[in-house]
């Protein structure tokens, strides 16, 4: 039985002190009855039946005799001489009188010592009842389960332990002697006496499992109660005994379990899991019904930005702010968060695609509002993908692979938009998805190559060449670094692929008789490494190339995630020897506090600005600024993609110290330039020796 329910007001006193006396009147009878006792009474009557038959015989003796008459006779011849005779008889008389005295007293006394042993023992008996009765409450009370005893028929609390106090939040004082009826509502009364029932009518212990119990200090509490009617010699109950467990706390932790298993920590979305129960009974729900819904994936426009500008934690903030905003314009969609900045919508209402149309808009411009993330604030965008059960996909694996294509899509071509799944999208979105498949096995294969691009100075020298990876796959041909370079980053193989390009750089360029200088490019992943300088150092000594031919192209990602370690690492490289390179600058922040806090050997002009000297004013300022910023910091500057005379014209008048691109040479395997690292008679490209 639950014992639920609050406290009506005050108990009347125990009866115990009553019960106990009565426990020991018995025990005290009990053991007088079973002591030796002589009874007095008896003894006294059977006494005197004894001398008045004594005293009939001795009559009768006497008259049998004349003895009276000869007596007199006799003492009347003879003198006094029969007095000597009674005198002896009133002597044998006395002596038996005395032994019948001392047996008497024999007798009282050996009834004073049993009664003094009877009370001890009762003494004894007493103080043992005590003793067993403060143990079995002390044992009952420190019970961590809560244990009930009521008396039949009033139902009334005659034992309840600690545990019920800490159950339902009130002193036992005002529960015992008292009937649920005058402790807890009609309604929780009513439901504790169809248990009792249910106990009463059973001949073994009776479970109740999962019990509500509404308490007066300690909310509703969740129990499992045993209980078990005990009946008495003619079997009828005569107490009503519950054992009660409290399992509010397990279960509250169970489902917190659960929903942590069925909900992003980060968020409190719905997660994969829960989404991918959710879309199984939507299909379901929706072939029962011939009806249709929308699949929205979204992804989240330059988020890994925000990670690498304002840290994880303002990034965990935007997170936190755009699913509110979701869950708010969804009304009544399913929202759900995949992973990273990954989120999806199910749209099962209103007639489709319209209604997948207009939810798309409102959640595009659900961001229009910046977001305000510690003391920044931010602006995000997403791109969102749909496609529709069941015009594309019948099936939960082809709906969502044709909504992540169409989100795809969205990506490539305009960032912030909403794209709906066309049959096409489908091709492509196959083909990505073998080329991931080839990359995963195309380093035990051996099928990555490296190309090098000469770099040489304004006047026309060759100083050295770039390293650049290309992907030599078996049947697309030479794979583009744009192309698996973010495959290598989704995949986590980025590490080993960066590691390889530069121990083969290094073991190259150390084979060259002309010491020119490698540079070789490290992403941000590859930045973080555990301990880069030990990498590069090891590769150094392994290769035998000296650290001042190794040039260390890096961009502003490096030095966004973490600017204090950052500079740990450039200075420990700096301290082998090697060179420094700020890559593509220009782009992206190009914060000049980097300058500033950091010696860089090089800075290298990104291409897109030569590309646009002769469309754009601007570009041509651009550059003329950058160099102008690099001559003051007395840093090289070099400039990439150049590719035309009047451009290599252009660089030589502002005073640009390196230069680079198509118009010196091709990415190339280094036996087409191996005049040019002093296997064969050096010859200088056409166009610098103009």
């Known amino acids: 039985m639950a014992q639920p329910g609050g406290c009506k007001g005050a108990g009347k006193p ?4 009553r019960r106990v006396m009565n426990i020991i009147r018995r025990l005290k009878l009990g053991t007088l009855k079973s002591t030796r006792r002589i009874d007095r009474r008896q003894r006294a009557v059977r006494d005197a039946i004894i001398i008045v038959i004594l005293a009939v015989i001795a009559y009768c003796f006497t008259q049998s005799l004349d003895l009276f008459d000869t007596i007199v006779k006799y003492q009347a011849v003879y003198g ?30 050996e009834e004073m010592q049993a009664r003094r042993k009877a009370e001890e023992q009762v003494r004894e008996n007493v103080q043992e009842i005590i003793r067993t009765k403060s143990f079995l409450n002390t044992i009952v009370d420190n019970i961590p389960t809560t244990i009930i005893v009521r008396e039949l028929p009033e139902r009334r609390f005659i034992l309840i332990n600690r545990e019920v106090e800490k159950l339902l939040g009130a002193p036992r004082e005002t529960l015992l002697g008292r009937s649920p009826a005058e402790i807890f509502p009609i309604s929780t009364a009513r439901s504790i006496e169809g248990h009792d029932e249910v106990m009463m009518q059973s001949q073994k212990a009776v479970v109740f499992d999962e019990v509500l119990v509404p308490t007066p200090r300690n909310g509703t509490r969740i129990t499992v109660s045993t209980g078990l009617a005990i009946r008495d010699a003619e079997g009828a109950p005569r107490y009503l005994v519950n054992v ?17 298993a069925q909900h992003d920590p ?17 299909v379901e729900r929706a072939k029962a019904e011939c009806e249709s819904f929308a699949v929205m994936c979204i992804d989240l426009d330059r988020f890994k930005e925000v990670n690498d500008l304002f840290g994880h934690a303002a990034g965990d903030a935007l997170l936190r702010e755009v699913a509110k905003r979701l869950r708010a314009v969804c009304e009544g969609g399913f929202v759900a968060r995949l992973g990273g900045d990954e989120f999806v919508i199910v749209s099962a209402e209103g007639p489709q695609p319209a209604a997948a149309e207009a939810l798309a808009d409102r959640a595009l411009h659900a961001l229009d509002e910046e977001i305000p993330v510690a003391a920044q604030t931010l602006r995000a965008g997403m791109s969102i993908g749909v496609a529709i059960y069941p015009a594309d996909g019948a099936e939960t694996a082809v709906l969502l692979a044709n909504a992540d294509a169409a989100l795809y899509r969205a990506k490539a071509e305009a960032r912030g938009s909403i794209r709906f799944f066309a049959p096409d999208m489908d091709e492509r979105l196959r083909e990505r ?23 040489a100075s304004i006047e026309g020298k060759v100083i050295g060449f770039e390293a650049l990876m290309r992907w030599n796959h078996p049947t697309r041909g030479m794979i583009s670094p744009g192309v698996f370079i973010p495959l290598a980053e989704e995949s986590g193989a980025i590490m080993p692929l960066g590691e390889w390009l530069l121990r083969e750089a290094c073991r190259e360029a150390a084979s060259w008789p002309t010491p020119l200088t490698i540079a070789v490019n490290l992403s941000p992943a590859q930045f973080r490494h555990a301990d880069l300088p030990a990498l ?18 890096i961009t ?3 030095l966004i995630c973490d600017f204090t370690r950052a500079i740990s690492i450039l200075r420990r490289l700096k301290a082998l020897g090697v060179r420094i390179a700020m890559d593509d600058f220009g782009t992206g922040y190009s914060s000049l506090s980097y300058l500033q806090a950091f010696p860089f050997d090089k800075i290298k002009i990104d291409q897109a600005f030569i590309a646009n000297l002769d469309r754009n004013p601007q570009s041509a300022a651009i550059i003329r600024a950058v160099i102008g910023l690099a001559h003051g910091l007395n840093i090289p500057v070099v400039a ?50 103009s």
């Open 640 to 689: 990439e993609g150049v590719e035309t005379k009047e451009q290599l014209a252009f660089l030589r008048r502002e005073g640009c110290d390196e230069v680079q691109g198509y118009l010196l040479g091709r990415p190339a395997p280094i036996a087409q330039y191996a005049r040019l690292i002093g296997h064969q008679s050096a010859a200088l490209p056409a166009a610098l020796a």
């Open 556 to 558: 502003e990602g490096v």
């Open 244 to 260: 009660v467990q409290d399992i509010t706390d397990r279960k509250h932790a169970e489902a917190q379990i659960a929903h942590l």
């Open 433 to 455: 998805r073998a080329l991931q498949h080839d990359f995963r096995s195309a380093m035990s294969r051996e099928e990555f190559t490296l190309h090098y691009q000469p770099q």
């Open 536 to 553: 590069i150092h090891g590769v150094l000594f392994e290769t035998g190339l000296a650290a001042k031919r190794l040039e260390i192209e």
């Open 80 to 109: 006094d001489w029969g007095l000597d005779d009674l005198v002896l008889i009133c002597v044998l008389l006395s002596f038996a009188l005395t032994a019948f005295g001392w047996r008497r007293f024999h007798d009282l006394t």
């Open 266 to 282: 980060l968020t409190d979305l719905p997660n994969r899991a829960a989404f991918m129960e959710h879309i199984e009974t939507v």
């Open 14 to 17: 125990s009866d115990a002190r």
